[in-house]
């Protein structure tokens, strides 16, 4: 009783003061992101909601292609501005760019983005079941990687699939890949990312490797040897980009509304060359307007003028302007329910992994996945009082999910400890929770009791049968005396 008491107190205290605010305050985000650079792709067209990505333009086929199945029934040119405006921009943007680089080629060196990779299963690992392996890409300047990815050392080709770049808010690019797999002890993968000379790579094996020193030792070394293999090509390609310069600067047009609520939305237009905003719409003043000379420098000022008195100078401009503002503050309404108002329950799943190396730490897991939209708060317990609550760090998964893995040190764990994982989610009407101890688990418990009683019917309806079925057979036929006699 003392216990339920306890752990009522827990619960109701997570729902009358939530640990994190759900994200309904905050400013958000509706946009519409044209960018072109050089190298391939080029041009490339979103429609963005925050960071994640709503509709990309396929100008090959002009079809609009929508991230989730939701936003499927809004799959078409109206989620863009009309035809002309966008031949426009893309006339506008690859001018831009052209201009841009020859002013400052050799003067201003382009903006790169050290690559952030990690590479974790879609659900939690079990061996032999098929997963799915994401690689996450991140802090991308310049849009432009070559994604592979390679098993136990081998290029694959099959059961790769991508999502294309995501356009966030500081100007920078993410995107993801997926590799279907069936994973078991001892295969390794890795997702290699290149941009020009650069690469960055992910390795990913089973969270229950085979315990072989061997294998441990010669990973190990082959990684050292691969490492230094790595370090000098790396400083010999530095050494070439920086003598032969790429020029691969990237220019983006953004049209967006920030809101708070469906009710009112501030517009924004502006035009970026190099992650610098060079021209922006002054909606008060009905004019477009360019930097000043600090920080942009001279090439990258006069050109910006330029552009700024070109759009000043095209008829119509102004109204086009009170189009996109209005059509925005409309689609934050309509895309309101599917944006603001989406929920995705969490799944959980707690589990303690094997040891397999001598000295490694014991870490209990919670597995929390297909969450939506990113806040969260996931809390240990032990034996109903709270040990650990600062796991909000979700990872995206580039589906309109997220993930998260809570793990929790059980050096110096009792026999009799109790451990719960309990997760407070915005989806949730009260927190989800899942228990473990030593032992057999609720589950385990199940299926043990389901098997053996099948088991235990099964034994003896075949003892009983086959008794009978022998008994049968001794007496299935008594001769009459004298029946059969003289025939």
């Known amino acids: ?244 310069h790429r020029n691969g600067f990237v220019v983006q047009e953004m049209i967006d509304c920030s809101f708070e609520n469906n009710e009112t939305a501030t517009f924004h237009y502006s035009l970026t060359f190099n992650r610098m905003t060079v021209v922006a719409y002054d909606a008060t003043r009905q004019k477009f307007t360019y930097c000043d000379p600090y920080p942009c420098i001279k090439q990258i000022y006069m050109v910006a003028a330029g552009i700024a008195k070109k759009l000043n100078n095209k008829p119509g401009i102004v109204t086009r302007m009170q189009q996109e503002k209005s059509k925005c503050q409309a689609q934050v309404k309509e895309f309101w329910e599917n944006t603001m108002e989406r929920r995705v329950q969490p799944s959980m799943k707690v589990f303690l992994p094997d040891i397999v190396h001598e000295g490694s730490i014991p870490h209990l897991v919670c597995h929390v996945w297909g969450f939506y939209p990113a806040d969260i708060v996931v809390l240990w317990l032990l034996n109903d009082t709270i040990l650990v609550k600062n796991y909000t760090n979700a990872v995206p998964v580039g589906d309109w999910t997220y993930q998260i893995v809570a793990l929790l040190d059980m050096r110096g764990s009792l026999p009799e400890n109790k451990y719960t994982c309990v997760v407070q989610h915005s989806s949730l009407q009260d927190p989800m929770t899942e228990d473990w101890s030593y032992g057999l688990t609720s589950n385990q418990i199940k299926k043990i009791s389901i098997a053996t009683v099948v088991f235990v019917l099964g034994l003896v309806t075949l003892i009983a049968g086959f008794v009978l079925w022998r008994n049968a057979k001794k007496s299935g036929y008594i001769p009459i005396p004298g029946y059969n006699e003289g025939n």
């Open 1 to 244: 009783m003392a216990v339920w008491i306890k752990w009522s107190f827990w619960i109701l205290m997570l729902k009358t003061f939530p640990l994190i605010a759900w994200g309904d305050e905050q400013d958000h985000s509706l946009k519409q992101v044209l960018f072109c650079q050089p190298q391939s792709p080029s041009p490339v067209l979103l429609k963005m909601f925050d960071e994640e990505q709503m509709f990309q333009y396929n100008f090959a086929d002009k079809s609009v292609v929508p991230r989730i199945p939701n936003l499927k029934k809004w799959a078409n040119q109206d989620v863009f501005s009309n035809s002309s405006d966008l031949a426009f921009d893309i006339q506008l943007c690859t001018e831009a760019m052209q201009n841009f680089t020859q002013a400052v080629v050799n003067i201003t060196p382009e903006t790169k983005g050290i690559l952030d990779i990690k590479v974790f299963t879609l659900h939690p690992l079990t061996i032999g079941k098929p997963n799915t392996l994401v690689c996450f890409i991140s802090n991308i300047i310049p849009p432009d990687l070559n994604i592979t990815w390679r098993k136990n050392g081998i290029l694959l080709t099959e059961g790769i699939s991508y999502t294309g770049y995501f356009a966030l808010s500081n100007i920078e690019y993410q995107t993801f890949s997926y590799l279907n797999i069936t994973p078991t002890y001892t295969d390794s993968y890795t997702c290699n990312a290149q941009e020009g000379s650069t690469t960055a790579v992910a390795y990913w094996v089973s969270e229950y490797p085979t315990p072989s020193e061997i294998l441990e030792n010669v990973l190990c070394y082959l990684a050292i040897a691969i490492g230094i293999v790595f370090l000098f090509l790396g400083l010999l390609f530095l050494f070439l980009t920086w003598k032969q």
